[in-house]
C-alpha cells in the first residue's frame, strides 16, 4: 500500500536506476494537433459531429483529409464489412466452428484508429477482433485460415475467432474474458514508459465490460504511475442482449474513470475517430491515460448464437444504417468532394467482394496443423514423458 500511495514514485521505484523513465520531448505539438493527412493538393477540411470531454478540452472538429485518404478508409472498412458477412456465412455452413463474434457496423473504430497510430503502438482488444486485425495489417487468408483452424492462420489455426494475433505490428490479440484485456493493457503501456519509447497502448473493451472491477483496478494504477494508456469503451450499446442505460447506472462511459480524463466521440466517423485518438495518444504521451468512448452500433448480434432482434427491432437496426452507415458516410464525402462518383465505388466493392472470396479459397485450401501442435506450448523443455492415446493402438505421444 505504501508503493501506491507515493504515485509516481512508485513506478521509479520498480525500475532499475538505469532505464528510469524520463518525459519525452514531444517539440512544439500542442495537445489540440490535428493528424495531418500526406500532403495533396486535394485535401479538404471536414466538420465531424461534437467530441464531449471529461476533465479535457476536446480538440478541433474540423479535421484534415484528402481523396487518398478517403478512398482507403473506404476501401478498408468494405474490406472488413464483407470479411464478417463472409464469416458470418461459413459458421452458419459449419466449415467453421467455436465461437464468432462479428464486428459489421463498427468498422470506423479500427479505421479511424489506425489513421493516428502506427505500428509500434501496442495494440490489445476483446473477442471481437477480426476488424482489429485486419487494421493492424492482418491478411483476410490468415483470418479465415484461423477460423477454419488451418496451419496458415495467424495463431496457427490453434486460436480461432476470438484469438487474432499479429505481434509483429504489436496486436497482442482478442482476448476471450470479458475484460481481462484492460489490465493486459496496461501492462503494456508500463512496458513502453518502462523502454520511454514514445509509443502508447490502445486498450479496447465494449460496454459491457465497462463494469468490471478489473477495468477499475487498471485505471487507478494507470492513473498512478501515468502510464500512455488509451482505454477505448467500444459502446454499440448492448452488452450482449442488455441494452447499456439497462446495465449500467451510468451509461457515459467516458466519464466513468472518474480522475481520468475522457472523451466522447462519435465513433461511426472515421475522421472523428482518428482526430479523437491523434489527441488521446499526445495527452497519454504528456499526461498519462485516458479514456475514450466510441459511440457505435453493430449490425450482428452478439454471437452467431444470437439473431440479434429480439432485445432490439429490426426498425431500429434499418435507422442506423440509414442514418450513420460508416461505409456510406466515407462515400457521400467521396461524392460530394468529386473524388470518385458511385459507379466507380460500386465497381470497388465488387473487387473487393472476390479479393474476399479468392482468399476464403486460398484459406479453405490450407493444410491442418500436426496433431502434435495439440500438446505444444506445454511444457517449456517437454517432461521426457509418455502419454497414451485413448485408442491403444495409437503411438504413445511424446510430453
Same mark, same amino acid.
Given at each position: 500500500?505504501?508503493?501506491?500511495?507515493?504515485? *509516481? *514514485?512508485?513506478?521509479? &521505484?520498480?525500475?532499475?536506476?538505469?532505464?528510469?523513465?524520463?518525459?519525452?520531448?514531444?517539440?512544439?505539438?500542442?495537445?489540440?494537433?490535428?493528424?495531418?493527412?500526406?500532403?495533396?493538393?486535394?485535401?479538404?477540411?471536414?466538420? !465531424?459531429?461534437?467530441?464531449?470531454?471529461?476533465?479535457?478540452?476536446?480538440?478541433? *472538429?474540423?479535421?484534415?483529409?484528402?481523396?487518398?485518404?478517403?478512398?482507403?478508409? /473506404?476501401?478498408?472498412? !468494405? &474490406?472488413?464489412? &464483407?470479411?464478417?458477412?463472409?464469416?458470418?456465412?461459413?459458421? =452458419?455452413?459449419?466449415?467453421? *466452428?467455436?465461437?464468432?463474434?462479428?464486428?459489421?457496423?463498427?468498422?470506423?473504430?479500427?479505421?479511424?484508429?489506425?489513421?493516428?497510430?502506427?505500428?509500434?503502438?501496442?495494440?490489445?482488444?476483446?473477442?471481437?477482433?477480426?476488424?482489429?486485425?485486419? @487494421?493492424?495489417?492482418?491478411?483476410?487468408?490468415?483470418?479465415?485460415?484461423?477460423?477454419?483452424?488451418? =496451419?496458415?492462420?495467424?495463431?496457427?489455426?490453434?486460436?480461432?475467432?476470438?484469438?487474432?494475433?499479429?505481434?509483429?505490428?504489436?496486436?497482442?490479440?482478442?482476448?476471450?474474458?470479458?475484460?481481462?484485456?484492460?489490465?493486459? @493493457?496496461?501492462?503494456?503501456?508500463?512496458?513502453?514508459?518502462?523502454?520511454?519509447?514514445?509509443? !502508447?497502448?490502445?486498450?479496447?473493451?465494449?460496454?459491457?465490460?465497462?463494469?468490471? @472491477?478489473?477495468?477499475?483496478?487498471? /485505471?487507478?494504477?494507470?492513473?498512478?504511475?501515468?502510464?500512455?494508456?488509451?482505454?477505448?469503451?467500444?459502446?454499440?450499446?448492448?452488452?450482449?442482449?442488455?441494452?447499456?442505460?439497462?446495465?449500467?447506472?451510468?451509461?457515459?462511459?467516458?466519464?466513468?474513470?472518474?480522475?481520468?480524463?475522457?472523451?466522447?466521440?462519435?465513433?461511426?466517423?472515421?475522421?472523428?475517430?482518428?482526430?479523437?485518438?491523434? /489527441?488521446?495518444?499526445?495527452?497519454?504521451?504528456?499526461?498519462?491515460?485516458?479514456?475514450?468512448?466510441?459511440?457505435?452500433?453493430?449490425?450482428?448480434?452478439?454471437?452467431?448464437?444470437?439473431?440479434?432482434?429480439?432485445?432490439r427491432t429490426r426498425d431500429e437496426i434499418s435507422g442506423i444504417r440509414r442514418a450513420r452507415d460508416p461505409i456510406e458516410h466515407i462515400k457521400t464525402l467521396l461524392t460530394e468532394h468529386k473524388f470518385a462518383d458511385g459507379s466507380e465505388l460500386k465497381k470497388r466493392e465488387k473487387q473487393i467482394k472476390r479479393e474476399v472470396e479468392a482468399e476464403i479459397e486460398a484459406a479453405k485450401k490450407s493444410e491442418f496443423p500436426p496433431i502434435e501442435d495439440l500438446w505444444n506450448n506445454i511444457y517449456v523443455d517437454g517432461l521426457g514423458a509418455k502419454l497414451r492415446p485413448i485408442e491403444i493402438s495409437k503411438p504413445k505421444i511424446q510430453l
Amino acid at each position: 500500500m505504501a508503493l501506491l500511495a507515493s504515485g *509516481r *514514485r512508485g513506478l521509479g &521505484r520498480l525500475l532499475p536506476q538505469a532505464v528510469q523513465p524520463s518525459v519525452v520531448q514531444l517539440g512544439q505539438r500542442s495537445l489540440s494537433a490535428e493528424p495531418a493527412p500526406s500532403e495533396s493538393d486535394d485535401s479538404i477540411t471536414v466538420t !465531424v459531429n461534437p467530441y464531449k470531454g471529461h476533465r479535457l478540452e476536446p480538440p478541433s *472538429r474540423d479535421v484534415q483529409t484528402n481523396k487518398k485518404e478517403l478512398l482507403d478508409m /473506404f476501401e478498408t472498412m !468494405v &474490406r472488413m464489412r &464483407r470479411t464478417e458477412i463472409a464469416a458470418d456465412l461459413l459458421y =452458419k455452413q459449419k466449415l467453421a *466452428r467455436g465461437f464468432l463474434h462479428l464486428a459489421d457496423g463498427q468498422e470506423a473504430v479500427p479505421v479511424g484508429i489506425e489513421a493516428a497510430l502506427d505500428f509500434k503502438d501496442s495494440m490489445i482488444q476483446s473477442y471481437r477482433d477480426h476488424c482489429t486485425y485486419l @487494421g493492424r495489417g492482418g491478411t483476410v487468408k490468415e483470418l479465415f485460415a484461423e477460423l477454419l483452424g488451418k =496451419k496458415d492462420g495467424c495463431a496457427r489455426g490453434l486460436g480461432g475467432s476470438m484469438h487474432m494475433y499479429k505481434r509483429e505490428h504489436n496486436f497482442f490479440g482478442g482476448i476471450g474474458i470479458v475484460g481481462e484485456q484492460c489490465p493486459l @493493457g496496461a501492462g503494456l503501456a508500463f512496458a513502453h514508459k518502462y523502454r520511454n519509447d514514445g509509443h !502508447v497502448a490502445m486498450t479496447l473493451y465494449g460496454d459491457g465490460a465497462a463494469n468490471q @472491477g478489473q477495468l477499475y483496478e487498471a /485505471f487507478n494504477m494507470a492513473a498512478i504511475w501515468e502510464l500512455p494508456c488509451i482505454f477505448v469503451c467500444e459502446n454499440n450499446h448492448y452488452g450482449m442482449g442488455t441494452a447499456d442505460r439497462r446495465g449500467s447506472k451510468s451509461a457515459a462511459f467516458y466519464t466513468r474513470g472518474d480522475y481520468v480524463p475522457g472523451m466522447w466521440i462519435d465513433g461511426m466517423d472515421c475522421l472523428a475517430v482518428k482526430q479523437g485518438v491523434a /489527441f488521446a495518444k499526445q495527452w497519454a504521451l504528456e499526461k498519462g491515460p485516458i479514456v475514450l468512448e466510441m459511440d457505435t452500433y453493430r449490425y450482428h448480434g452478439h454471437s452467431i448464437s444470437d439473431p440479434g432482434s429480439t432485445y432490439r427491432t429490426r426498425d431500429e437496426i434499418s435507422g442506423i444504417r440509414r442514418a450513420r452507415d460508416p461505409i456510406e458516410h466515407i462515400k457521400t464525402l467521396l461524392t460530394e468532394h468529386k473524388f470518385a462518383d458511385g459507379s466507380e465505388l460500386k465497381k470497388r466493392e465488387k473487387q473487393i467482394k472476390r479479393e474476399v472470396e479468392a482468399e476464403i479459397e486460398a484459406a479453405k485450401k490450407s493444410e491442418f496443423p500436426p496433431i502434435e501442435d495439440l500438446w505444444n506450448n506445454i511444457y517449456v523443455d517437454g517432461l521426457g514423458a509418455k502419454l497414451r492415446p485413448i485408442e491403444i493402438s495409437k503411438p504413445k505421444i511424446q510430453l
